[in-house]
């Protein structure tokens, strides 16, 4: 273990801390650590390669994210989806983008539009082929490219801290009926509103392309019972 009695190991123990962050919140975020997991501390320092302050340090700020509970003395948990939370994320980001697709839409850029509708041919792709991993990189890039021409960036980045739990819903939907289709219909729909300049057009769509995973909640949760948090509405 390295005593952290320079900077330099300060500095090292910060960088492994954020990756052990960055990878654990992927692998919940893509449901590959499932709602319940127990989390060995010793276990993610073998796995990482990393001491025990690093991993302690990417598990509390997995906890201020709500991606994990810690219950001392006890062990980590990931946490169990809690739809009360994801709703508030929801709230959060359909205000949100919506105004952006506004803005967008009242000085349209064909530029952008071109690069959007890169982004929505390579979803289709990833969709043919069910590379769903793939598929969700792209529907993220395609909303912080919208954020990014909007001159808002540090906002998506608010939103993505704030999303674990709506992000989890949606991954559980993205496998089930026609959704990946439907995300695709989606997105060309908005870049189509923000080409044609038309934008109340585009804030319809886009209020109504992330209200559709949270309307299908009851359904996920009596399809996986047990990664939902009971009493949550």
Excluded: C
């Excluded at 006890?74 to 205000?95: C, E, K, Y």
């Excluded at 839409?105 to 991993?133: C, F, I, Y």
């Excluded at 919208?146 to 939103?159: E, P, R």
Aim: aromatic content about 6%; hydrophobic content about 45%.
């Amino acid at each position: 273990m390295v005593a952290l009695t320079n900077p330099q190991a300060r500095v090292r123990s910060q960088q492994a801390a954020a990756q052990v962050f960055d990878q654990l919140r992927d692998l919940i975020l893509s449901l590959t650590l499932a709602p319940g997991t127990a989390l060995s501390r010793l276990r993610l320092q073998a796995q990482f390669g990393v001491s025990s302050t690093p991993v302690r340090d990417a598990l509390m700020r997995l906890e201020e994210a709500g991606l994990v509970e810690v219950f001392p003395q006890s062990g980590t948990i990931v946490s169990l989806i809690d739809v009360a939370l994801a709703r508030q994320a929801q709230f959060l980001r359909r205000a949100l983008e919506q105004e952006v697709v506004r803005t967008l839409a009242a000085a349209p850029d064909s530029a952008l539009v071109e690069r959007l509708k890169v982004v929505v041919d390579e979803q289709k792709g990833h969709a043919r082929k069910q590379d769903l991993e793939r598929f969700n990189e792209a529907d993220l890039a395609f909303h912080h490219m919208l954020f990014d021409a909007a001159g808002v960036s540090h906002l998506w980045m608010l939103i993505r801290n704030r999303s674990g739990h709506i992000d989890r819903i949606r991954r559980l939907h993205l496998p089930i009926g026609d959704k990946a289709k439907q995300i695709v219909r989606d997105h060309s729909a908005i870049v189509n509103a923000i080409a044609d300049g038309l934008s109340d057009r585009a804030q319809t769509e886009m209020r109504d392309h992330l209200s559709r995973s949270l309307a299908f909640s009851d359904e996920l949760r009596a399809r996986f019972p047990g990664y939902f948090k009971d009493g949550s509405r």
